[in-house]
């Protein structure tokens, strides 16, 4: 792949994750455990859970931007170390988003051929969290479609090098 390509690709996902962390940031900073259980009395330990993955979710994004940032200013542009980072995002940040190690939530990999949003909780979630997963959903879809090519190039040149 081209160094202007990668590049617009860095830029791109640079701007999904300024997206995405605004929108984390602003909803946890908002949101406490106590406002959750008023909205929906339920289960808090699960509730924790969420916002624990959320909040780790903010942290990668947050570490993505950052090297989205630093790659971007360096001349040359290192094409080598971009594409690390867009592997890197695309494990940390989007797979996270669809499938947390911590099983906050899952996806319905049918859901996407129904056009519904394929994110499903475990169980019952406020509708503050239903509408926020809801709301990223799609970036992180049109993003992960986007960096899937990353998941393999990246495993072959590594594989390769050995």
Same mark, same amino acid.
């Given at each position: 792949?081209?160094? +202007?390509?990668?590049?617009?690709?860095?830029?791109?996902?640079?701007?999904?994750?300024?997206?995405?962390?605004?929108?984390?940031?602003?909803?946890?900073?908002e949101?406490?455990?106590?406002?959750?259980?008023? !909205?929906?009395?339920?289960?808090?330990?699960?509730?924790?859970? #969420?916002? +624990?993955?959320?909040?780790?979710?903010?942290?990668?994004?947050? !570490?993505g931007?950052?090297?989205?940032?630093?790659i971007?200013? +360096? !001349?040359?542009?290192?094409?080598?170390?971009?594409?690390?980072?867009?592997?890197? #995002?695309?494990?940390?940040?989007?797979?996270?988003?669809?499938?947390? &190690?911590?099983?906050?939530?899952? !996806?319905?990999?049918?859901?996407?051929?129904t056009?519904?949003?394929?994110?499903?909780?475990? &169980? +019952?979630?406020?509708?503050? #969290?239903?509408?926020l997963?809801?709301?990223?959903?799609?970036e992180?879809?049109?993003?992960r479609?986007?960096?899937?090519?990353?998941?393999?190039?990246?495993?072959?040149?590594?594989?390769?090098?050995?």
């Open positions: 792949m081209g160094n +202007s390509l990668v590049k617009t690709q860095l830029k791109d996902v640079g701007g999904f994750l300024t997206s995405t962390i605004g929108t984390l940031e602003n909803y946890l900073n949101t406490t455990l106590s406002q959750m259980e008023q !909205e929906l009395s339920g289960d808090s330990s699960y509730y924790r859970l #969420i916002l +624990s993955n959320l909040r780790k979710l903010l942290v990668f994004c947050e !570490e931007l950052d090297a989205c940032s630093v971007l200013q +360096s !001349e040359p542009f290192q094409k080598p170390t971009a594409e690390k980072t867009l592997y890197r #995002i695309f494990h940390q940040c989007i797979e996270e988003f669809f499938s947390p &190690k911590n099983d906050a939530w899952f !996806e319905d990999s049918r859901s996407a051929y056009g519904r949003n394929s994110i499903k909780f475990y &169980k +019952s979630v406020p509708e503050s #969290i239903q509408k997963v809801k709301g990223l959903e799609g992180f879809q049109r993003v479609e986007e960096l899937e090519y990353y998941e393999t190039d990246y495993r072959t040149k590594m594989i390769q090098s050995k």
